[in-house]
């Protein structure tokens, strides 16, 4: 079963070689290999991962859904989570993922979390409300 | 307000005119003068100023309310290791410069309610009344309420953060906010322009009588006291 995680996924799967997140990351996106959905036990630097949390109730016609995604980045400098997360933002922001919704981000910026355990790797957040009809 | 046509005064008036008797300018012969003698203005302003003052603290009373139903949701899924981040918890009201706390968090999952009386005073030239709800924990230079909140992802870090017990997670504030601010925006509705605002009015409204310049004057007073207390759950 799809949810609009995949629909998200799927979309920035599509996004060519110079657009600005592919840009930021040095990569295209792919699902697997720097793509994620729900989680991630990846050990390989840079990679983003797309995570449900709940979102409000769906609408009473139960057609329509709001939930709430985070994308969560995981990259080897600030400079490039940073870069990474504020592309995802202006891309995605009233984003229509190719008519399957509308998508909001709900930060400007994105949301530093520190360094991962071993100082590894940088990890940033932003997240994001979507408005679909039920898939 | 009452606004009187003075027939009495009329009547003597024209008796005066047709005696000669009539002091100052004369009107012309033929003419009738008419008087109006309007009083309640200084009651209808009174009660308009209270108005302002009931609508502020009711909404403020409203306001308080949200957050502090959003704070008693909050509070029982924000992890829980020492139990500081629990009791960092803050619902507090801001308008103009005067902040007042609503409800803080407690170690057990529960909430202290501020029970107090909303001041009136402060309110009286709030040009808005703003809601917080707030967490805020540090600890070795590391933002923990920001991390316990927006840190999805169990895997990577190689242990399962300690604060996280079944039933407690991230996302402990957006999550009950985004889950229920439907339904406190129709209380909000309810309660600031509908049905709720015409109860709690009405609790509030008194007939009143009194003589003013030799007329009687009902009028309706608003009477409260500043006793829009908060109860902490809509």
């Known amino acids: 079963m799809s949810t609009i995680c995949n629909v998200v996924a799927s979309y920035l799967e599509t996004l060519s070689a110079t657009q600005a997140i592919c840009d930021a990351l040095g990569d295209t996106l792919t699902f697997g290999t720097n793509l994620f959905i729900g989680g991630s036990e990846a050990t390989e630097t840079n990679i983003i991962t797309i995570i449900p949390y709940g979102g409000s109730p769906p609408e009473i016609d139960n057609k329509r859904q709001n939930p709430s995604i985070q994308i969560e980045s995981k990259t080897s400098s600030r400079h490039t989570g940073l870069n990474l997360q504020q592309a995802l933002i202006n891309t995605l922001h009233m984003n229509e993922l190719n008519g399957n919704g509308k998508i909001r981000a709900n930060q400007s910026m994105p949301i530093p979390l520190g360094v991962e355990l071993g100082g590894r790797r940088m990890i940033y957040v932003s997240n994001y409300n979507i408005k679909h009809v039920k898939i | ?234």
Do not use: C
């Open chain 2, 1 to 234: 307000m009452a606004m009187k046509f003075d027939v009495d005064r009329l009547v003597q008036r024209a008796l005066k005119l047709r005696a000669g008797r009539l002091e100052g300018p004369q009107p012309e012969e033929g003419n009738i003068g008419v008087s109006f003698t309007t009083i309640g203005i200084d009651e209808t302003k009174m009660e308009l100023d209270k108005l302002g003052d009931f609508i502020s603290s009711n909404t403020a009373r409203v306001v308080a309310n949200i957050i502090g139903d959003l704070l008693a949701r909050s509070v029982p899924r924000t992890p829980i290791d020492t139990g500081e981040l629990r009791e960092s918890g803050r619902a507090f009201l801001q308008f103009g410069h005067t902040f007042i706390d609503v409800a803080k968090g407690k170690k057990d999952g529960s909430v202290t309610l501020n029970t107090a009386r909303l001041p009136k005073s402060g309110l009286k030239n709030a040009r808005f009344i703003r809601g917080n709800v707030s967490f805020t924990r540090e600890s070795n230079g590391k933002d923990i309420a920001v991390f316990t909140h927006e840190y999805l992802n169990p895997y990577g870090s190689g242990t399962s953060p300690k604060a996280r017990t079944p039933g407690t997670g991230p996302k402990y504030l957006e999550n009950p906010w985004n889950e229920n601010k439907e339904s406190y925006l129709e209380y909000a509705r309810r309660e600031i322009a509908g049905k709720g605002m015409e109860t709690i009015m009405q609790k509030y409204l008194h007939k009143r009588t009194k003589r003013v310049k030799g007329f009687t004057l009902n009028y309706t007073e608003l009477a409260f006291g500043g006793d829009l207390v908060y109860r902490g759950k809509i």
